[in-house]
T-cell receptor, first 110, second 110 residues
Framework: NAGVTQTPKFRVLKTGQSMTLLCAQDMNHEYMYWYRQDPGMGLRLIHYSVGEGTTAKGEVPDGYNVSRLKKQNFLLGLESAAPSQTSVYFC?????????FGPGTRLTVT | GQQVMQIPQYQHVQEGEDFTTYCNSSTTLSNIQWYKQRPGGHPVFLIQLVKSGEVKKQKRLTFQFGEAKKNSSLHITATQTTDVGTYFCAGLQAGTALIFGKGTTLSVSS
């Protein structure tokens, strides 16, 4: 039982490049979330999903897109990366009420 | 929009001293959750409080939910070096996703 996994762990992008972050959970959870964490800013919600095929915007959705084609996977895409998107990205899935977080992806955009 | 404020942002204590972090919401919450993030790690769920005035204990940690369900606190008695990390509160208002505070980072010197 791996819990929540994230791929990749680290990534460096140049401004304007695109990439996809993958989140996978093996707990059969319906709800999944993408957060970004910046120093002194806590965890800010980017997008979330309440089930397969559904997505919704969070607090800071601009510049990101998401897809939930399969229940166990939640993908976060950056179409044209900007230096302001340098951050640590956490994915989480929700059990009965608590959230289980993945180990995070550290993204640097130069 | 809904905001969850957390103070202090940083706290340094000597091992054995007590520590308290406070969380305040601009709106009434359905429940409040607390998470701990060790340095370099990911947030881990600690507890959820639901009822007005609720108090829960986990060993040296005491969690309280205010009577008006707008504030909460986490108190650690006799801190240990294993308590270091960032403590986040996260509030849920009906119909919205969980909103995280910016966290309190605790450092402990022995």
């Amino acid at each position: 039982n791996a819990g929540v996994t994230q791929t990749p762990k680290f990534r460096v992008l140049k401004t304007g490049q695109s990439m996809t972050l993958l989140c996978a959970q093996d707990m059969n959870h319906e709800y999944m979330y993408w957060y970004r964490q910046d120093p002194g800013m806590g965890l800010r919600l980017i997008h979330y999903s309440v089930g397969e095929g559904t997505t919704a915007k969070g607090e800071v959705p601009d510049g990101y897109n998401v897809s939930r084609l399969k229940k166990q996977n939640f993908l976060l895409g950056l179409e044209s990366a900007a230096p302001s998107q340098t951050s640590v990205y956490f994915c989480a899935s929700q059990g009965f009420y608590e959230q289980y977080f993945g180990p995070g992806t550290r993204l640097t955009v130069t | 929009g809904q905001q969850v404020m957390q103070i202090p942002q940083y706290q340094h204590v000597q091992e054995g001293e007590d520590f308290t972090t406070y969380c305040n919401s601009s709106t009434t919450l359905s429940n409040i959750q607390w998470y701990k993030q060790r340095p370099g790690g990911h947030p881990v769920f600690l507890i959820q409080l639901v009822k007005s005035g609720e108090v829960k204990k986990q060993k040296r940690l005491t969690f309280q939910f205010g009577e008006a369900k707008k504030n909460s606190s986490l108190h650690i008695t006799a801190t240990q070096t294993t308590d270091v990390g960032t403590y986040f509160c996260a509030g849920l208002q009906a119909g919205t996703a969980l909103i995280f505070g910016k966290g309190t980072t605790l450092s402990v010197s022995s």
